[in-house]
């Protein structure tokens, strides 16, 4: 499988906290996604990390990307109770460059 | 504000009864997507169409089918759903494909009783 892995698979924190998820995958990439989704909800596509970028900023997000170690980072900052949320790294492994998703952390943001 | 929108949000159907779950855009994206999500796992992609050319994943059952009448609509087809094809179904659009972003609807969840 070319999928991508997410660690912790599941992640609670206080409001304030900063939350940190991982991702790791299989092959090259052009670029990796992260998304979010809400419970009962679609996803929504936070922010696009290019192989050849090693940081991204948007917001409170923050993405790292090491292509040695074929692996990237979100990180939120000061989260927020509407941060609770699956995150899920995506990048384009299948077929005709389609996106495979990992299996997500689930983060919860406690008031 | 430019969207995909997915009809119905819930449907409930009866084993082996045919069922159609339809998405709409207005991003006027070349690229539409249908995924397979179920409980706490990563959306699988079923197939999507670029343009009206059909691209089916290897893995995707006979049983599901997929239509684009135009730019704008994608149908998914359930010939006889079974227990296990009970998931959110879930469309996604993109300009190209290539890993571009994609812009998702709410999905559809779908219930076999």
């Known amino acids: 499988s070319q999928q991508g892995e997410e660690d912790p698979q599941a992640l609670s924190i206080q409001e304030g906290e900063n939350a940190t998820m991982n991702c790791s995958y299989k092959?090259?990439?052009?670029?990796l996604q992260w998304y979010r989704q809400n419970s009962g909800r679609g996803l929504v596509h936070l922010i696009l990390i290019r192989s050849n970028e090693r940081e991204k900023h948007s917001g409170r997000l923050r993405v790292t990307l090491d292509t040695s170690k074929k692996s990237s980072s979100l990180l939120i900052t000061a989260s927020r109770a509407a941060d609770t949320a699956s995150y899920f790294c995506a990048t384009g492994g299948g077929s005709q460059g389609n996106l495979i998703f990992g299996k997500g952390t689930k983060l919860s943001v406690k008031p | 504000d430019a969207m995909v929108i997915q009809n119905p949000r819930y449907q409930v159907t009866q084993f082996g009864k045919p069922v159609t779950l339809s998405c709409s855009q207005t991003l006027n994206h070349n690229v539409m997507y249908w995924y397979q999500q179920k409980s706490s796992q990563a959306p699988k992609l079923l197939f999507h169409y670029y343009d009206k050319d059909f691209n089916n994943e290897a893995d995707t059952p006979d049983n599901f089918q997929s239509r684009r009448p135009n730019t704008s609509f994608c149908f998914l087809d359930i010939r006889s759903p079974g227990l296990g094809d009970a998931a959110m179904y879930l469309c996604?659009?993109?300009?190209?494909?290539?890993?571009?972003?994609?812009?998702f609807g709410d999905g559809t969840r779908l219930s076999i009783l």
């Open positions: 996604a659009t993109s300009m190209n494909t290539g890993n571009q972003p994609q812009h």
């Open positions: 092959t090259s990439i052009n670029n």
